[in-house]
């Protein structure tokens, strides 16, 4: 029997220890092979594309066992560390823990909670609202004892504050310096408006210790449409940042290209004249790792 890999979050804390990790997001098993074949180190699962793919908008509609399924789909298609969102824990404490344990079984490396009234939006719109910071320090503190019960400690706990739209940059950090008291190891600023504001609240997030004595990771995301001005992995790197989420990417390149698609067939009555701009089937069974008239068999993927 072969040796256990280390457990994804493990996995995940050694590639930011080493460098700040881009991370795309995908919203099947297929997008999370392209992710690995395209040469990325790691995965996302965001909740707005996870939505989106279902039909439904980004406001907390689908359940914790549709999420962990998807998890499941994209842990098993990239075989790499798969950070997931989980909105705002699918109810209160106690359904944060069982979040954590559910995702941590599905194969996730970690999740990240947000600290906004539920039915949440997407960070990026207007007319948030917070929970009151106790309210979100008790459900981080029920993830932490999770994944030290479940995972020894290795399931990472990723505290999302979206104050900064809210309120202002200073209230973001207050909360973050709480989220990190209580037990989180990741924090996720959302909805920043500038680099600046990136960089101070690194600066503040640096002056913090985790429960394990160690600065907290820093989470960015670079969605495109938002509040964020567009900036290179490499300039959040020289800002404090360990990783960055390309959330709806994917998603969002996809449904470009299927919806150009599909008027074209509507109009023309063929699919001849898009062939160029398809995936072959050659392609598509080299990503599956897949050859006619052979067993497929399906990787494994062991921590």
């Known amino acids: 029997m072969p040796d256990a890999l280390p457990h994804p979050g493990t996995q995940l804390r050694r590639l930011m220890d080493a460098a700040c990790v881009p ?5 099947n098993g297929l997008v999370a092979r392209a992710v690995r074949d395209a040469g990325f180190q790691a995965a996302y699962l965001s909740g ?7 039909g439904v908008p980004d406001v907390g509609l689908l359940t914790l066992d549709r999420f962990a399924q998807a998890i499941r789909e994209v ?22 823990r069982r979040t954590v344990i559910t995702y941590h079984r599905a194969g996730a490396a970690g999740l990240h909670i947000e600290d906004q009234v539920f039915p949440k939006r997407c960070g990026h719109l207007d ?39 809210v309120e202002s940059v200073e209230a973001a950090i207050e909360r973050a310096a709480a989220y990190v008291q209580a037990g989180a190891d990741m924090i996720f600023p959302e909805g920043l408006r500038t680099e600046q504001d990136f960089a101070r609240v690194a600066e ?32 959040f790197a020289e800002l404090g940042y360990d990783a960055v989420i390309f959330p709806v990417t994917t998603l969002r390149i996809a449904m470009h290209a ?19 701009r398809m995936q072959t089937r ?7 790792e897949y050859t006619p008239s052979k067993p497929w068999e399906m990787p494994t993927t062991s921590y």
């Open 127 to 165: 007319g948030k609202a917070l929970v009151p910071t106790d309210h979100m320090t008790e459900k981080v503190a029920w993830a932490r004892k999770a994944s030290d019960d479940c995972s020894g400690g290795a399931f990472i706990i990723c505290a999302r504050t979206d104050a900064a739209g």
């Open 48 to 54: 707005g594309a996870t939505s989106a793919a279902a």
């Open 204 to 235: 503040a997030v640096r002056t913090l210790r985790t429960h394990v004595g160690t600065r907290p990771y820093l989470l960015a995301n670079m969605t495109e449409f938002g509040k964020t001005p567009m900036l290179p992995v490499a300039r």
């Open 23 to 27: 991370i795309p997001g995908a919203f």
């Open 282 to 288: 050659q392609e598509l069974y080299r990503l599956l």
């Open 258 to 276: 299927v919806t150009e698609a599909l008027k074209e067939l509507h109009d023309t009555g063929t699919a001849e004249g898009l062939l160029d």
């Open 75 to 96: 842990v098993d298609g990239s075989r790499l560390p798969v950070l997931a969102d989980a909105d705002t824990g699918f109810g209160e404490a106690e359904m944060t």
